[in-house]
């Protein structure tokens, strides 16, 4: 009963608080940023097949993760539809991202909805890691995401079900394409190539989608007791992840597109501030604190053992 007054406490403080904030005005995209959205993964697969068709693997699993990170941002607007783009073309983007990053988008897209309905509610699987400790989230990557999947298929409607299962079918295909190329290689220099490229592709895409739980959401959602989420200033950092980790201006406001975000959060900063001071990444003083918390455990169990070893004090005990 606690539990549940004390979210709706803090749910009733989000609303009161996003009233004064105007967002609607960022809604809205140019033609030049619709492209963008459209197109931002799709130079970074191609160079990341390029440099593994060469065998220059660091560069490839760079480019790939620019790709799996662009990718994800244009599949998590597709989800609520702000990337511009009509309906038709919106599932289009999801199928082919699907068959793409190795992993059913839309059977994903009915638990994120469910997420943004219920965040980190009894109901939430996808925010569920959020509640283990960090190793536990890093550990359960690959058992989340066949519960997601299992969650998403439950909640999803007809006709979102049958392209997930399309989706599955076409990624299964994909997957036994390379898996036949590799035992039976044939002697042809660009098909032997393209099976090298496609295995490359295939496990890297495993591996991101296996460490989503902990970046994706662990890392944005853990530990948030004033707010839904957190979110992140460092502006490289969010450079380099393409405005994923302005988090809880998304989930305060999910129809506002990713170009967005970051004038959405200085709107908040000046607005709300008490909702935004959760990071994503510990700043100094945070590391700082963490050093001396446990310096000081550390320093108190060892003095501890010695008093409790010395004879004369245990005489006079």
């Known amino acids: 009963m606690k539990a549940n007054n004390a979210q709706a406490n803090k749910n009733t403080a989000i609303k009161n608080a996003i009233n004064v904030v105007k967002w609607q005005d960022l809604r ?12 931002l993964p799709y130079p970074f ?24 990170a ?35 988008l839309h059977s994903i897209r009915a ?53 997930a299962y399309l989706e599955f079918g076409l990624i299964a295909l994909v997957i036994a394409t390379a898996l036949v190329l ?19 592709h295939i496990l890297t895409m495993m591996l991101a989608n296996a460490s989503v739980g902990i970046i994706a959401v662990w890392g944005v959602h853990h530990d948030c007791d004033e707010t839904v989420a957190r979110t992140e200033r460092n502006l490289l950092v969010n450079f380099l992840t393409f405005n994923l980790l302005y988090h809880v201006e998304h989930h305060l406001f999910p129809a506002v597109p990713s170009n967005h975000l970051p004038q959405l959060s200085k709107r908040l900063d000046a607005e709300v501030p008490h909702l935004t001071e959760a990071r994503v990444l510990p ?10 918390h446990h310096w000081h455990k550390i320093k108190a169990k060892y003095q501890s053992n010695n008093d409790s ?9």
């Open 111 to 163: 638990t994120h909805m469910e997420h943004h309905c219920n965040p980190l509610g009894d109901s939430d699987i996808e925010g569920s890691l959020a509640k283990v400790s960090w190793w536990q989230a890093m550990l359960g990557g690959v058992t989340y995401r066949l519960s997601i999947y299992r969650q998403g298929l439950r909640l999803s409607s007809r006709r979102n079900q049958r392209i």
């Open 283 to 292: 700043t100094m003083a945070n590391v700082v604190d963490f050093i001396n």
């Open 182 to 200: 590799s035992v039976f290689p044939i002697a042809v220099p660009a098909i032997a190539m393209s099976a090298q490229v496609l295995m490359y």
């Open 28 to 39: 809205s995209l140019t033609r030049g940023q619709i492209a963008y959205n459209v197109i």
């Open 70 to 104: 662009a990718a994800f941002r244009q599949a998590h607007d597709g989800y609520h539809h702000s990337l511009g783009t009509g309906k038709r073309t919106t599932t289009g983007i999801l199928l082919l991202l699907s068959v793409l990053l190795i992993t059913s």
């Open 45 to 68: 697969l191609l160079l990341s097949w390029w440099f593994a068709s060469q065998s220059w693997y660091v560069l490839a699993c760079g480019a790939s993760y620019l790709f799996f």
């Open 309 to 317: 070893d010395c004879p004369i004090r245990k005489r006079f005990a």
